[in-house]
């Protein structure tokens, strides 16, 4: 199977799911970017889009041949609670090159908006309201081609979020930052989808604080749910790239090892490609990744799904299929591992001696 060329008219999100395509979103900016040295842990705020594009660019265009559909802006806590004065030019850019880079391949620009620090503390449904419109006067101005409300805690203010965008008329997805138990107000994951239907939401589902198999099952809740309530929307997955079994309810912000020693519990590229074959048995057509999620795991969705999508991305080139590349190896045992059995079968080691198997998470 070859890779993809270059597109012609690019299709629309609802366009793609409802014709049954799989779409491939990205993943990690913010984790990612603070390892390589753009990004302050804390609030989290993506000044890099102004102060280094060039890191932002890159890693957009790495997730872009690894197979991409969506370039999502990396606006992520880039609301005016958290950045003030700098908010502004900071979705801008940040629109400005998902944009250049989408129209690199067959991508299209999503502008994220996420929870604001204001929920928790001041439950003013006007104010929220109106930071997410000022990020959302910023996308209808650079013409982004859909909208994603995504990392809320509590799916009021989720809802909040998905009717201000839905004023824009473009498609509105909307994911959670939940597990199994639901929100923080314990409203379960199926209700929570409904809601988020009933204000306008095209597509549902999760994103982080999670890893692979805890926000699967989660989205399979928020599907049952959706069915019970005679309510129809398309899937969305799009989890930690971190092994998080032993997260309590808030995941993975509450394990001692959030944010800077979480590398032990990297998943692998095959973890993600036999996440991409059971979201895609769930039913869920658009599948990505948020924290931890590196461009090499996107390319291995984009592989596992390459014969429902017809296509392999580009940085395929580089990769032979579950590992035949290793076929040209000089040492005999190092190609016997050139075939799906061995790496589907592997439990790969921690390298530490000591290493304990879960963590107690700190609250």
């Known amino acids: 199977m070859a890779p993809a060329g270059r597109p012609g008219a690019k299709k629309g999100i609802l366009e793609r799911l409802d014709g049954g395509e799989v779409v491939v979103g990205d993943g990690s900016f913010l984790i ?12 989290w705020t993506p000044e890099a889009v ?3 594009p060039g890191a932002v660019r890159q890693l ?6 690894a197979g991409s559909n969506v370039m999502q802006t990396f606006t992520f806590s880039a609301s005016e609670d958290n950045m003030e004065s700098k908010w502004e030019d900071v979705n801008a850019a940040a629109c400005d090159l998902a944009r250049e880079v989408a129209g690199e391949g067959d991508a299209l620009v999503a502008g994220g908006i996420c929870q604001t620090s204001l929920y928790k503390y001041h439950k003013d449904e006007a104010r929220i309201k109106k930071l997410f419109q000022q990020q959302l006067e910023v996308f209808t101005r650079k013409d982004v081609d859909f909208l994603i409300a995504e990392y809320f805690e509590h799916v009021e203010e989720a809802v909040w979020a998905v009717e201000v965008l839905k004023e824009s008329g473009k498609p509105v997805a909307a994911t959670m930052c939940i597990g199994p138990e639901g929100d923080m107000h314990d409203v379960s994951p199926g209700e929570c989808a409904a809601k988020l239907v009933k204000a306008g939401a095209a597509i549902v589902g999760v994103n982080c604080r999670f890893g ?12 049952e749910g959706l069915g019970a309530a005679g309510l129809k929307a398309h899937l969305m997955v799009q989890s930690l790239g971190f092994h998080t079994p032993d997260c309590g309810k808030g995941g993975f912000v509450d394990l ?31 599948i990505g990744g948020c924290c931890g999620f590196e461009p090499y795991h996107i390319r291995a969705i984009a592989e596992e799904l390459a014969p429902e999508r017809g296509f392999l991305p580009l940085a395929s080139e580089k990769h032979g299929s579950w590992g035949s ?3 040209m190896h000089t040492k005999p045992w190092i190609r016997a591992r050139a075939r799906r059995e061995y790496w589907e079968n592997l439990l790969p080691a921690s390298g530490r001696p000591f290493c304990p198997s879960l963590s107690k998470p700190d609250v």
């Open 256 to 286: 001692p090892e959030y944010p800077f020693g979480l590398e032990p519990r990297v998943v692998t590229r095959w973890d993600i490609q036999k996440y991409a074959r059971e979201a895609y048995n769930l039913g869920v057509r658009y």
């Open 32 to 43: 990612t970017l603070e390892k390589r040295g753009y990004v302050k842990a804390g609030l």
């Open 212 to 223: 692979p198999w805890t926000s699967l099952k989660t989205v399979g809740l928020m599907k």
């Open 50 to 52: 102004v102060e280094h």
């Open 60 to 65: 957009h265009m790495e997730f872009l041949r």
């Open 325 to 327: 590349g290793l076929n």
